[in-house]
Nanobody, 124 residues
Framework: QVQLVESGGGLVQAGGSLRLSCAAS????????MAWFRQAPGKEREFVAA????????YYTDSVKGRFAISRDNAKNTVPLQMNSLKPEDTAVYYC?????????????????WGQGTQVTVSS
């Protein structure tokens, strides 16, 4: 049974940093693409960043390039998302997701598994 559990959310001032983590369990994820999405109140869920577990190749949405960094820890089976220079518009619930293989990584409908989400609030 696949489980994705997010942690690390919270309240931070603009310009600050947070480090989210996604703990993945239930199977081997070496053939998977792992991603972070976010959803702000009244908005659709949007892609943030993705990483292929096997090669470590990464992909980011333009609004977070240079500020966010996705990685994977093979020993701990986690997918961290380091978020720096946070802005109020980064406020959202952040979700971890897993896609077997590689496809339309920016499309939420492509993903097979989802976590429950963690709230990130950036105050101005």
């Amino acid at each position: 049974q696949v489980q994705l559990v997010e942690s690390g959310g919270g309240l931070v001032q603009a310009g600050g940093s947070l480090r989210l983590s996604c703990a993945a369990s239930g199977r081997s994820f070496t053939s998977y693409t792992m991603a972070w999405f976010r959803q702000a109140p009244g908005k659709e869920r949007e892609f943030v960043a993705a990483i292929t577990w096997s090669t470590g190749s990464t992909y980011y949405t333009d609004s977070v390039k240079g500020r966010f960094a996705i990685s994977r820890d093979n020993a701990k089976n986690t997918v961290p998302l380091q978020m720096n220079s946070l802005k109020p518009e980064d406020t959202a619930v952040y979700y971890c997701a897993a896609l077997e293989g590689w496809g339309q990584v920016t499309a939420s409908t492509a993903y097979d598994y989802w976590g429950q989400g963690t709230q990130v609030t950036v105050s101005s």
